[in-house]
Structure formats: structure tokens, C-alpha cells
């Protein structure tokens, strides 16, 4: 088959892999049909590494994908060949506390598509547990379904968050993760949703999916314009979806006395400076955000229903043999792009 493989920094080549194969009675063999090109694929082509995990051999990227079932394991009870799934990226152990708690995004025995040894979705054939794969409702495409991945992570966002009805919702960031984690608000029921951003057409993509309002911080001050908003009080949930020293500080400062604060990008620095008497003083509760757990049958079911318009976030399309420039590409367009989709 042909995937797309990084051999190292700055060179992904297109060529040809060896066909994987069903092994455990769970497994499906999977056509993949669209796999969105996400930060991390970027972060691997340019640095060949995100924090411990490293590229050492060569390497298909890519977990954010969807695909057409095409043979099922013997013990495969609700998929057969046609189904379209979304591929949840990260296969755990099912057998340590975290797993068994629910929490199994946190298992460490995680083994996760595209961070490198692990191969990912950049290819046309992949072999993965059933138990990972979530049939699309009917009439969803396959780029929406590769779109469940981003989706997930807004969802698990606002599950820990604890977003709910009449809430009022702060994001940092309209990138993907953050317009995710906006449908998501709104599917939980906030009713006020003021998000950020630098670039204008972002701020309009979060425009039409119904942001009550949006601030672009070239021209106001996030904190400012939201003390404002909520008539000084803050919002109940602030949610960081850039990752910046910056971002991280101005949650703390958003939201209200006795609010949220959820921490779902990734500073670059390990020790940034936090406003530590926001938290202690008005009791703030923070929470870290790592992937998702048990958020796709949500997310496929909040798209079904027309709760999370995912496609207005796909700008940019790209077929398999594409991949190498097409990453390249958006690495150096970033802020034309949302989300660019690779169809193998
Ligand atoms: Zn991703
Ligand atoms: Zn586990």
C-alpha cells in the first residue's frame, strides 16, 4: 500500500509500506478515506520530536482519520465491510486502573496512531481494534468523521470543565481546538461563548458557528474585553486553547471567582509564571486536558444532530501523494488554514 512516511526532519516521502494485516479476533482492516493534518504531524516534520516521544525510524504520521471497514476479526460483533468509522488514535490496555476507571486516556500503556513508532493514518490501509472505531450516523462523511478527533478533545474540554446549561464560556485561541471546544460549549449549553484570536477568518468561522462573541486581541486586551463582557464578573468556564505563557495567565484572570480554568493547549515552557493568588484567592479550580476518553460516540452524536457544524473548520484538501508538500504547506500557512484534510 501507499503511505506517507517521515524519515526524518523535513523528509516525508510517499512510497510504498507493507499491507497490514487483521492479527487479534477484535481487529478491523480499515480503507482510510480522510485524515486531517493536525500540529503534532507538523511539530514531528519540522523538529522530529514532541517531548520524550522522538522519530528514530521511519514513521507514518496522521491521527486525526476516518475510514471504510473492509474485513472484520473473527470476534467483530458491530462493524462489517462498508461501515464508515471514525478511528479513535489511541489503543489502550483495557486491563490497568485508568482503563478500568474510564480514565483511559490517562492508561501509560497508551499506544497512539503517528507518534512515532507508532504508525498512524497517512497511508491507505489500516489494521485497528473494533473496540477503537465508532460507525458514523448515517449521512456523515468521512471528513467529518476524521474531524471526531478535534471534536473529542473540545468535548473532553468542557466534560472536565464542567460545562452546562446557561454557563458562560471563555476560549483562548480560535484554531481548531479552540472552535471545537466552542461547538462543544455550546452542545453543553452555555449560552454566552466569547472566544479570542489574532486572525480575522478564524474569528469568523466562530462567528457562524454561533460565538455570542469575538474578541481579536491585535486590537483589544482578551482580559479587558471579557471583564467587560460579563459586566466584571468573568466566565464560569476559561478554557486555553492556544498554549502560550500569555494565554495560560489570562485564563486565570477570566474567569469568574469560584470559576474553571482548563488548561488544553501546551505552553512551550514547563514552569510558566501563573497568577497564583487568582487561583488560591478566589478558589479556581485548574485541570489539565490530555486527548479524550469516551468523547466519540458524543462527538458523532452531537454532528449527527446538527449540534457541531465540524465542516465549517475544513478550509484546505489534499490527496495521499500530497501529503509531504501539503504539510510543508501548512506549516508555512497557518494562518490561512483551520483544517486541512488529506483523502488517501
Ligand atoms: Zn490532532
Ligand atoms: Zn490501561
Known amino acids: ?68 471497514v473492509v474485513e472484520v476479526g473473527p470476534a467483530v460483533k458491530h462493524l462489517k465491510p462498508g461501515d464508515l468509522v471514525a478511528i479513535e488514535p489511541g489503543r489502550t490496555c483495557r486491563k490497568c486502573d485508568y482503563c478500568h476507571g474510564g480514565r483511559y486516556n490517562l492508561c501509560p500503556d497508551v499506544i497512539f496512531m503517528g507518534t512515532p513508532p507508532v504508525h498512524g493514518a497517512f497511508c ?22 476524521a474531524m471526531m478527533e478535534p471534536l473529542s478533545v ?24 479552540g472552535l471545537t471546544a466552542l461547538m462543544a460549549a455550546k452542545a453543553h449549553g452555555a449560552t454566552a461563548v466569547y472566544i479570542t484570536d489574532m486572525v480575522e477568518a478564524r474569528l469568523e468561522v466562530a462567528r457562524s458557528l454561533g460565538a455570542t462573541a469575538t474578541i481579536n486581541v491585535a486590537e483589544k486586551d482578551a482580559v479587558d474585553a471579557i471583564a467587560e463582557l460579563t459586566g466584571g464578573r468573568g466566565v464560569d468556564v476559561a478554557l486555553d486553547c492556544v498554549g502560550s505563557t500569555d494565554t495560560l495567565q489570562q485564563c486565570f484572570r477570566i474567569a469568574k471567582t469560584g470559576g474553571a480554568v482548563q488548561i488544553v493547549g501546551m505552553p512551550a515552557e514547563m514552569y510558566p509564571q501563573i497568577p ?43 490527496s495521499l501523494d500530497e501529503t509531504p508538500q501539503a504539510i510543508a504547506w501548512v506549516h508555512e500557512n497557518r494562518d490561512k488554514v483551520i483544517k486541512a484534510i488529506v483523502h488517501p
Do not use: Q
Open 124 to 145: 491507505e490501509y489500516v489494521v485497528w481494534p473494533a473496540d477503537f472505531c465508532f460507525k458514523l450516523s448515517e449521512g456523515m462523511t468521512a471528513e467529518e468523521g
Open 1 to 68: 500500500m501507499k503511505a506517507a512516511v517521515l524519515h526524518a526532519i523535513g523528509d516525508m516521502r510517499v512510497e510504498e509500506m507493507p499491507m497490514p494485516e487483521i492479527r487479534e479476533p477484535n481487529d478491523v482492516l480499515l480503507r482510510v478515506r480522510a485524515v486531517g493534518i493536525c500540529g503534532s504531524d507538523i511539530h514531528f516534520y519540522t523538529r522530529g520530536r514532541i517531548g520524550d516521544f522522538i522519530l528514530e525510524t521511519p514513521t507514518i504520521m496522521g491521527h486525526e482519520s476516518a475510514g471504510e
Open 276 to 318: 497564583i493568588y487568582d487561583l488560591i484567592n478566589r478558589e479556581l479550580t485548574a485541570t489539565g486536558t490530555f486527548r479524550y476518553a469516551n468523547c466519540y460516540p458524543a462527538s458523532i452524536a452531537i454532528t449527527a444532530a446538527g449540534l457541531a457544524n465540524v465542516k465549517a473548520l475544513i478550509t484546505h484538501h489534499f
Open 154 to 177: 473540545g468535548m473532553h474540554a468542557c466534560r472536565l470543565g464542567k460545562v452546562k446549561a446557561g454557563d458562560s464560556v471563555g476560549i483562548l485561541g480560535s484554531g481548531p481546538i
